[in-house]
């Protein structure tokens, strides 16, 4: 990875889009990162070539109908597989720089990529949600652009995961293009002559993974979750103190996570790659495909808005992919696969069926009594202060078997607890009535700008004469369009 962010100021540097074409970016971006697969993992990295290959001839030989069922099959199954392999035959119980993370990430992207095709070649228009009309793919990429997009330097390690679009849209030098608008809602497109630098955003990330990593080295070890489950401490602890140490160690186990993430965002933006915009005050914003936001994380009042600022890519992946397209059931469908695309240790799967009690409960909660909680700022700070303290102890009892991995350890900490967050979740969705959650395309066009329906009649008439070009100017003015969307938000 370090060598990877070396890299990626040489690539922004000396093969800047001003100066070198996209089929160049596109080459070594792709060369760079298979050359990195190769070095970490050995002839494994194979695995990165053949599942990117086969799902691009199933997206050509089956065609944009039906390709996002087929290519979402075939990639989760083909990780799956693997997952199996490493995990019951190789190396079980034992974290490792193993192939099988960066496929975790090819996988997210086969099947957004696959989606956003099928969203943009073969669904009517006004049948999408504005963010799937955002990142609609309108034309087939070629392979090259295919596998730089999988297998780039920039993310075949760690990721994160991006859109094609935006990938597309960074190689070929449109990323620094913004529109602005005017107070009365007229638009006012204007063109940023030039890149923004992302040198104090790196500077800043590079320290954020400076101070992770000392933590992880000098604290956690000495914090271990095993020791929530010792015989001894769960015998002479008292309440108070068990769920301390357990909110405590959880805690410590973090910043691993917060290392390698921003590790990676940073490696995205030194090579350019990243930018949001500007914020209200002018200043420019690198967190276009950040994973984390670890302030709101530490600090978050509720199950949903620790799940929103932790992996924060994969929770959109999970969303745009699953959650928005399931037609019954959608949080509980959206838990299963995150368990599935994680792996196959149980202690996933008991996290991610705890997790979908304690979402559940949640959401019926704050759907039930915040309301009476926010008109005084006093009593909306003590509700915040409860909330947040009922947060921390939900989410470090749900992740407990994440860590532990096995379902022996995992009931044993359960079991210790008394399954009390499990039973008070239930009997929370037996008493308050839970709100069915809106969704469908009815919703998002009632919120849907005037000016920006009018941007997609005129698409309608574009897509009539061609499907085959991405560079057209319309196409640059749709994106600018969308990004200025995802900014409003």
């Known amino acids: 990875q370090l060598f990877a962010l070396l890299a990626a100021v040489w690539f922004r540097t000396y093969l800047h889009s001003s100066k070198t074409s996209p089929f160049i970016r596109h080459v070594v971006a792709t060369l760079l990162g298979l050359y990195l697969a190769l070095f970490c993992f050995g002839w494994y990295a194979l695995h990165f070539v053949i599942q990117s290959g086969i799902s691009y001839y199933i997206m050509i030989i089956i065609g944009v109908e039906n390709m996002h069922k087929y290519c979402f099959v075939f990639a989760l199954g083909y990780l799956t597989v693997c997952q199996i392999t490493r995990v019951y035959i190789f190396d079980y119980g034992q974290y490792s720089a193993d192939f099988s993370g960066p496929m975790m990430i090819i996988t997210q992207k086969i099947t957004s990529l696959a989606f956003e095709i099928h969203d943009g070649m073969f669904r009517k228009n006004e049948d999408l949600t504005p963010s799937q009309r955002c990142l609609a793919v309108r034309r087939m990429p070629s392979l090259l652009e295919y596998l730089s997009y999988n ?9 994160p995961l991006c859109s094609y679009k935006d990938y597309i849209t960074f190689i070929e030098g449109r990323s620094y293009q913004l529109q602005q608008s005017e107070a009365n809602g007229k638009e006012d497109t204007k063109y940023e002559q030039t890149d923004p630098s992302p040198n104090i955003a790196v500077a800043q990330k590079l320290l954020i993974c400076g101070l992770s990593l000392l933590f992880h080295m000098t604290i956690t070890k000495t914090l271990p979750v095993e020791y929530n489950i010792d015989d001894n401490f769960r015998a002479t602890a008292s309440w108070p103190v068990r769920f301390f140490y357990l909110y405590v160690s959880l805690m410590a186990a973090r910043p691993k996570y ?27 914003r690198w967190d276009l495909i950040s994973n984390l936001r670890i302030q709101q994380i530490e600090f978050s009042t ?11 890519q994969t929770a ?25 695309w994680h792996g196959v240790y149980p202690g996933y799967y008991l996290t991610f ?5 304690m979402t559940l409960a949640a959401r019926a909660i704050r759907n039930n009594i915040r309301h009476y909680f926010v008109e005084s700022p006093a009593v909306k700070l003590c509700y915040d202060i409860v909330t947040w303290m009922a947060t921390q102890a939900a989410i470090s009892y749900t992740v407990v078997p994440f860590v532990l991995l096995s379902v022996k350890p995992s009931f044993t900490f359960y079991s210790s607890c008394y399954f009390c967050l499990h039973i008070a979740s239930i009997l929370v969705l037996l008493v308050f009535p839970l709100k069915r959650t809106q969704k469908g395309s009815k919703k998002h066009e009632s919120v849907q700008p005037v000016w920006s329906r009018k941007l997609e009649e005129e698409e309608n008439l574009l897509q009539k004469n061609s499907y085959s070009t991405t560079n057209n100017s319309f196409s640059q003015k749709q994106e600018i369009t969308c990004r200025y969307q995802a900014l409003k938000q």
């Open 151 to 159: 297998c780039n330097f920039m993310g075949i390690l760690a990721g």
């Open 302 to 312: 509720s199950f949903k808005m620790f799940l929103d600022n932790w992996n924060i």
């Open 258 to 284: 917060y290392f390698a993430w921003t590790l990676a965002d940073a490696i995205n933006n030194a090579a350019g790659f990243g930018f949001r915009g500007y914020d209200k005050n002018g200043v420019t």
């Open 353 to 357: 069926l705890t997790g979908v009690l």
């Open 316 to 340: 959109l992946w999970l969303k745009r992919v699953c959650y928005e397209r399931a037609t019954f059931s959608p949080t509980i469908q959206t838990f299963i696969l995150s368990a599935i």
